[in-house]
């Protein structure tokens, strides 16, 4: 659970890290890339941790 909160606060971070990037006129579309490809894979394993949390209902 602590391991989902930390990875949810380093998504927001970079959130925010990409909007300030962005509205700061920065042409670096590179590490634009990177900062949107980890927050990708951040959501990625929130999610996957999430799943394993949840117990599989059978219908």
């Known amino acids: 659970m602590r391991r989902i909160e930390l990875l949810r606060q ?6 925010t890290a990409i909007m ?3 509205e700061s006129g920065a ?4 590490q634009l890339a990177r ?3 980890r927050k990708l ?4 394993e929130i ?3 999430e799943d394993q949390l ?6």
């Open 47 to 49: 999610a996957m941790l």
């Open 27 to 30: 042409r670096d579309q590179l």
């Open 20 to 22: 300030a990037l962005i």
């Open 54 to 59: 949840i117990p599989d209902i059978i219908a």
């Open 35 to 37: 900062l949107k490809k």
């Open 10 to 15: 380093e998504h927001r971070d970079l959130d």
């Open 41 to 44: 894979m951040l959501r990625d």
